[in-house]
């Protein structure tokens, strides 16, 4: 029944998966263009050790990135963490004691709580005396006004924002609001370096947001640029003179970009970059299909099949904690890696509390690979991401629906 629902709706989805399509091939394009600027070349695969001097591979991946996301330069680096960890880079890379950093999308992402110092830690901005102010959303979109009346009073050194939802119950910010936003603040003061946090968000549109005049775009190799391929790793793009601060704060002042070995990283970077826009594309398609899927078995989905899309997640609000635990159990069981493992609620770190995941990956934590994860408390909602192609999407999602149907049956 689910198989021939599935079949059913991919009929009515046509229109939109045309629109998903022509985004993926405006993007190939980019992508395409970029490297044969480059002169890309099998030697660029080459990986360095030690210091990582002359690493032409290395230096290669970070103009191409620049050419992109039309940024003047870029820092991308297996030595980063996570996304979480190249935004924390870029914080203490610019902030200085007493400044202030404004964050205009509400509360950013758990694991930047002990970073900021909203959860005390020792090592934290606030430690070092830099002042932290936040300006909530309304209704799903920026604050304008007061932004406006924040902005013109001075003082503020970074304004952050974060695209996607993170776990709030909120929709993500578009490209076209960013602009918005980042158009208003820069002509009341141009000198504020604005961030985007671009995690779950590239190559969904046409656009990125140094594009659109934001000064500093960050993000992860193992979520959509990462094709799959990186196993590891970040970026920050964005204007010169930010990036040769990021790099040295990554590093040590004095030497910046020009150390960091690539240790074999380079091929998979490259090959990651190169099938990003299908794999974001598959990814895509994997949200809309389970959107309406979901929409029509009774479940609140966000986004709806046919909005425009900022990133590649998919909420599910499933208002029973047995329901949220047997769809992300359906999606594990899905999995090409630990299919037979079943998810449990468990505490993680940068997070305060219990968190269920399912992540059958080939890549630890990698969410462009089809995942699923939410905190469990009400009203227990799923954070669906990825899908290398639309077919593991799609049995996936069987699987998923196919679990919480075998609970009902059972009752």
């Known amino acids: 029944m689910i198989e021939q629902l599935i079949q059913e709706s991919e009929k009515v989805l046509k229109d939109v998966y ?8 405006f993007n190939s394009q980019k ?19 030690g210091y990582g001097y002359g690493d032409v591979g290395r230096d290669k991946i970070e103009r191409i990135y620049a050419r992109i996301f039309k940024a003047e330069d870029a820092l991308v680096r297996n030595q980063f963490i996570s996304g979480t960890h190249a935004i924390s880079t870029a914080l203490f890379a610019i902030l200085r004691p007493n400044d202030t950093l404004l964050a205009i999308s509400g509360k950013p992402y758990d694991t930047l709580d002990e ?8 090592s934290s901005l606030k430690s070092f005396g830099i002042n932290y102010e936040q300006i909530d959303l309304v209704a799903n979109d920026f604050a304008y006004d007061t932004i406006k009346k924040r902005v013109a009073k001075g003082q503020i050194k970074m304004i952050a924002i974060q695209r996607s939802k993170g776990y709030a119950l909120r929709k993500s910010l578009t490209i076209k609001q960013v602009a918005k936003v980042i158009k208003m603040i820069k002509k009341i003061d141009p000198s504020i370096c604005i961030m985007v946090d671009n995690c779950y968000c590239e190559m969904v549109a046409k656009e990125e947001p140094c594009e659109v005049g934001a000064d500093l775009c960050v993000g992860s190799l193992i979520k959509n640029l990462g094709g799959g391929m990186a196993s590891n790793g970040a970026y920050i793009v964005g204007r010169q003179k930010y990036i040769k601060l990021c790099a040295e704060r990554l590093n040590m002042a004095g030497e910046g970009k020009a150390v960091g070995p690539s240790e074999g990283a380079n091929l998979n970077i490259l090959k990651g970059l190169y099938l990003a826009p299908n794999v974001v594309k598959n990814a895509l398609k994997t949200a809309v299909l389970a959107s309406y899927l979901l929409e029509k078995l009774g479940y609140e989905v966000e986004p709806k099949y046919q909005e425009e899309r900022a990133d590649i997640v998919e909420m599910i609000t499933f208002k029973n904690k047995n329901k949220l635990m047997n769809f992300i159990a359906g999606i594990q069981k899905g999995s090409a890696v630990d299919s037979f493992v079943v998810p449990v609620a468990t505490d993680m770190p940068g997070y305060d509390r219990q968190i269920i995941m399912a992540s059958g990956s080939f890549t630890q934590g990698s969410s462009i690979e089809l995942s699923c994860d939410g905190p469990l408390d009400f009203p227990y909602v799923a954070f669906l991401q990825g899908s290398l192609t639309q077919e593991y999407g799609k049995l996936g999602l069987i699987t998923a629906l196919q679990n919480i149907e075998k609970e009902n049956n059972t009752k």
């Open 18 to 25: 045309q629109s998903i399509d022509d985004i993926c091939f």
């Open 31 to 49: 992508v395409l263009a970029a490297f044969q600027a480059e002169m890309v070349s099998e030697s660029d695969f080459a990986g360095t050790t």
């Open 115 to 122: 970073i900021i110092g909203l959860k005390e830690n020792p």
